[in-house]
């Protein structure tokens, strides 16, 4: 059911039946490396390129989801599913290998909450009963496609972020009634939001705006408050994007508490890790969600989460064409009733 004029709510509430989540050596190190499934000690994961190796980092969360859930390929309806690299190849590789019929997705960062909200969508109408859902990123590969290859060795101002290397991939299914398990309630789409900004070492300041007017938007369509939520985590905003978006969001007159608001891109590695600004990538949100946040649910640390992926819908064309960076963000919905 459409709420308002960017929100779909859904009465079914479908859930999301297992998660696989997959790593690299960097990820190892940080705050999270205990809620990875698969962790790799080094960046090329056997293969000889790194896009190989990205597609390798899809194809063992995919298997782990299935794994978990107790699914096979043949069961599921579709994969959504998408990355950063040219054409997502990495991710339609992982498809020609899962053999499950496939919607590539980019929406940059947005990517994971862009697929959970269309998958929710299907499921809610019964359009299947099985659906994987992820998105991912690796940082060499992404390095040398928007910026330059890390061999180059250049240096970054405090503003850059660093790519996560990992995916993250949600098995969801019809809500069986249980209560065991979370399910998504609602999904806010985003609108294109274009500040003008250029700078493709400031992600976070391009992304706030998008991130700010989407979240406004969730609560304006559904009418609810944020104390609602226990935490609204955004994408990849890291430093300079989450305090600016908190500030977008307090002008706008939201009172959101301060440690009620974090930011994935924040939470993924330590204060140690030479990561500038924090975490990015299409791969980011995924893992911290599906990884760390669910495992927390289940926990009974959060009961309602709203997670409000974003993305910067660049290409390296666009930029040196001298392109400003138009940015997005999609919101979704997760709650659990807790009874175990």
């Known amino acids: 059911m459409l709420k308002g004029g960017q929100t779909w709510i859904f009465d079914s509430r479908p859930e999301i039946l297992s998660t696989g989540v997959t790593g690299g050596p960097f990820e190892a190190a940080g705050n999270l490396a205990e809620d990875f499934d698969v962790l790799h000690d080094d960046l090329w994961m056997g293969e000889d390129t790194y896009e190989k190796a990205h597609s390798l980092l899809i194809d063992k969360a995919v298997e782990t989801a299935m794994k978990k859930g107790g699914v096979t390929s043949k069961e599921i309806q579709f994969f959504l599913a998408g990355d950063l690299i040219n054409q997502i190849t990495p991710t339609s590789f992982a ?29 809610n109408y019964g359009g299947a009963r099985y659906i994987l859902t992820g998105a991912s990123s690796h940082n060499a590969a992404v390095e040398k496609q928007f910026r330059y290859p890390t061999e180059y060795g ?11 290397t990992g995916a993250g991939v949600a098995l969801l299914q019809k809500n069986n ?21 250029t700078d493709p070492f400031n992600m976070g300041g391009a992304m706030a705006p998008a991130a700010a007017d989407t979240i406004a938007a969730h609560f304006s369509d559904t009418g609810r408050d944020p104390s609602y939520y226990d935490l609204i985590v955004t994408g990849d905003l890291a430093k300079v994007g989450s305090s600016a978006a908190y500030e977008l969001l307090a002008n706008k007159g939201l009172k959101i508490r301060q440690d009620q608001f974090r930011d994935c891109g924040m939470m993924l590695f330590k204060e140690n890790q030479p990561v500038q600004a924090g975490a990015s990538g299409a791969g980011c949100s995924a893992i911290v969600l599906y990884g760390h946040l669910l495992k927390e649910m289940k926990k009974g640390t959060y009961k309602r989460i709203l997670a409000v992926a974003t993305g910067a819908l660049l290409s390296p064309l666009t930029y ?21």
């Open 177 to 197: 009634g249980s209560g065991t398990l979370p399910y998504i309630t609602s999904a806010t789409i985003g609108k294109v939001i274009d500040m003008g900004l």
């Open 95 to 123: 498809a020609r290998k899962a053999e499950i019929p496939y919607f590539g997705l980019f929406g940059a960062c947005s990517t994971s909450m862009e697929g959970l909200a269309l998958s929710a969508f299907i499921l």
């Open 320 to 340: 040196q064409q001298g392109e400003s960076i138009p940015c997005i963000a999609h919101a979704v919905s997760i709650e659990m009733d807790g009874r175990q």
């Open 154 to 164: 250049g240096q970054k101002p405090p503003t850059a972020q660093w790519t996560a």
